[in-house]
């Protein structure tokens, strides 16, 4: 099992960008399905984004569809995040997630311990 640590949070005005990286533990990491989740003020945890273990297909949130991109270097064992166009209801804790050779958006039994991203207007 591989376990996750993110970063590259922090505070942005509105329409600038962030990218987050995910570092993953574990010579397994390329099997990993990997994904984002955010939870913001007062919210529920919620999907943003996944990427599959194999093929690269990937999967978004219709909230952020054309302005984040999922990304993975399995030779560094990190995933990434790039959030372009940000808005302040983008404001949340944002979590790292895997699956083992799976494919679905509620099947993450790994996390990692977040990062805030915070987008002032």
């Known amino acids: 099992q591989v376990q996750l640590v993110e970063s590259g949070g922090g505070l942005v005005q509105a329409g600038g960008r962030l990218r987050l990286s995910c570092a993953a533990s574990?010579?397994?990491?390329?099997?990993?399905?990997m994904g984002w989740f955010r939870q913001g003020p007062g919210k529920e945890r919620e999907f943003v984004a996944a990427?599959?273990?194999?093929?690269?297909?990937?999967d978004y949130a219709d909230s952020v569809k054309g302005r984040f991109t999922i990304s993975r270097d399995n030779a560094k064992n990190t995933v990434y995040l790039q959030m372009n166009s940000l808005k302040p209801e983008d404001t949340a804790v944002y979590y790292c997630?895997?699956?083992?050779?799976?494919?679905?958006?509620?099947?993450?039994?790994?996390w990692g311990q977040g990062t805030q991203v915070t987008v002032s207007s």
């Open positions: 997630a895997g699956q083992y050779r799976g494919w679905g958006r509620n099947e993450y039994g790994t």
């Open positions: 990427i599959r273990w194999s093929g690269g297909m990937t």
């Open positions: 574990g010579r397994t990491f390329s099997s990993y399905t």
